[in-house]
């Protein structure tokens, strides 16, 4: 993600792609972190409880990072958090199901 941003805004001509790429970086880290923590804090067996809280959690960064957006440039919350959370939602249940699907198809259980 670093590197994508680090090029981007390279590309775009701006001067502090180092730093918005060090930025980029360290959030995605962050994120990716706040995802994982309920699977690593409960126990195996609660892996429903894990993925609820891990849901919530994805909501709460979309809510906040909308937010942000839409105070910094004046533009309507609740239609940019929906169509973000109805996206992200999706994406996230649809690779469960290919998920599922591959994990049928090769006979592979973890």
């Given amino acids: ?3 994508s941003e680090f090029l981007s ?3 775009e001509g701006q001067k502090d792609a180092v730093k918005s790429s060090i930025y980029t970086g360290i959030a995605y880290l962050v994120t990716v972190a706040m995802l ?3 699977y690593l804090l409960l126990p195996s067996q609660q892996y429903i ?5 891990m849901l919530i959690t994805v909501v709460a960064i979309i809510a906040a990072f909308n ?3 839409a105070v910094a440039k004046g533009l309507s919350f609740k239609r940019r958090f ?3 959370a109805t996206i992200s939602l999706s994406v996230a249940a649809l690779s469960f199901v290919v998920g599922l699907l591959v994990k049928r198809v090769l006979g592979i259980d973890i």
């Fill in 9 to 11: 805004a390279k590309s």
């Fill in 67 to 69: 937010y942000y957006i």
């Fill in 49 to 53: 409880p894990a993925l609820v809280t």
């Fill in 36 to 38: 994982i923590m309920p």
């Fill in 1 to 3: 993600m670093a590197s």
């Fill in 82 to 84: 929906l169509e973000m």
